[in-house]
């Protein structure tokens, strides 16, 4: 149930429902990002760049409030917070084995650590170790759309995605972004945990529709 590109057959028309919530202002940061249950979870969705990532990241082929729990799980079972250095050069098995749990921070354990560690990887030769660099120094939506895309693990359905949460609920605008973003029913839409909800029925209903297509 991630939302990731496997439902993008038949997208809404751009505009059609775009938002569930409409759009933050860029001068306004958030204090959570409600897309789990837990207070604590959201508030470090909100204020970790990294763990944002990672919660985009791991939404796929898994329910997205499970997926967006993960860095707190991982942050947790680290017992330190969320660092792109240390996650990049911690021990490979060591990393699968927090992945596994229990409980699993994914469906797919040991691939998603692999992939979180190669994002991290990424950020450390790319970007100073620091994952709002990937966004904060992109001059426009085309060129962060395709730093997005040139991580591991992010095709362009999800960077789309993530193009709109960092629009419409971080404030992160810049230029031509909005054509970039997502234009269907995404995380990005999410202000409140029951949003998730009503996310949820129209991505099942997009993909009745496209089966019938």
Known sequence: MGSGAGWLASPLRPGSQRSLRGTVDPMEKPDLLQFTESEEANRLLANDGLAVLIGML????????????GPQLLKDRLGEELDETRIASWDPEEMEAVFKGPPAIHRYPSSMAKRTQDVCQV???????????????AESGAELLGRLEALPGFGVGKSRIFVGILGKRLGVQPVGWEEKAADWPSIADVARFDDVATLREQKRAMKEAAKKA
């Open 123 to 137: 950020l450390v030769d790319d970007y100073d170790a620091r994952a709002e660099n990937l966004w904060e120094t």
């Open 58 to 69: 791991l939404d796929q082929q898994f329910p997205m409030e499970r997926a967006f729990y």
